[in-house]
């Protein structure tokens, strides 16, 4: 297992790095927001066997669920996992459920490639991809009803990931400060998504809710 993350606050990035037992490696070449769906193809082409996608104000409180996790994730043959990123997350109703947002995703290097070899697509087709309608009633029980009407730039490698691969859903609660995420795995938090990150240099409300957000995580995870 390798765990990535698209770097551009080292201040972040070791209050990240010091909730995870292994080394997070910076993907330092992706700092404007349209690059999101390039640094998720570096993230799958470096990975090992087991990527994971983490953010930098993406707080773990309990590796041991994770653990979990990707046991799961392995055994069952799995290509990719997160949470959806439409229906579910407070104030992300206007994307699709079947895109996985990425403050947390966990791919199969080895299982996405062999469909990108097996479906000889380049990842600027991929990149294209577009939701299709007969996919909005596959949509999982925890998935409310949406209105679909901004693309993102990773849409098109989630969509395409759906139609080629098996995804793994995790859920997700809004946060007592009405805007982070608690991230679940079978109904367990183990990690706390702030939201906001890119605020944190030059908005001192966001610094301060998110420096409380981690302080929260530390504690938690030496309970």
Not at 195 to 205: A, F, L, P, T
Request: overall charge negative; hydrophobic content about 35%.
């Amino acid at each position: 297992m390798k765990l990535y993350t698209r770097y551009n606050n080292e201040e972040l990035f070791k209050m990240m790095q010091s909730l995870v037992p292994y080394d997070v490696i910076k993907g330092t070449d992706f700092n404007h927001w349209t690059d999101a769906s390039s640094y998720l193809q570096w993230v799958i082409e470096k990975g090992d066997d087991i990527a994971v996608n983490i953010d930098l104000d993406c707080f773990v409180t309990d590796w041991s669920v994770v653990e979990e996790l990707v046991r799961d994730f392995k055994n069952g043959e799995y290509t990719h996992a997160g949470i959806p990123d439409a229906g579910h997350l407070q104030g992300r109703n206007n994307t699709s459920w079947v895109v996985q947002n990425p403050f947390f995703n966990i791919f199969s290097s080895s299982r996405v490639l062999w469909h990108y070899g097996r479906t000889n697509m380049k990842w600027e087709d991929i990149s294209r991809m577009g939701f299709k309608m007969e996919w909005y009633h596959q949509r999982p029980s925890f998935v409310s009803e949406y209105v679909q009407c901004m693309h993102e730039p990773f849409n098109g490698i989630f969509n395409w990931l759906y139609e080629v691969g098996n995804p793994m859903w995790l859920q997700g609660e809004l946060h007592k400060d009405g805007i982070s995420t608690i991230i679940k795995y079978n109904g367990k938090p183990f990690a706390l998504h702030s939201w906001y990150s890119r605020e944190y240099k030059c908005d001192q409300v966001q610094k301060k809710r998110i420096d409380n957000l981690y302080k929260e995580a530390c504690q938690i995870s030496q309970l």
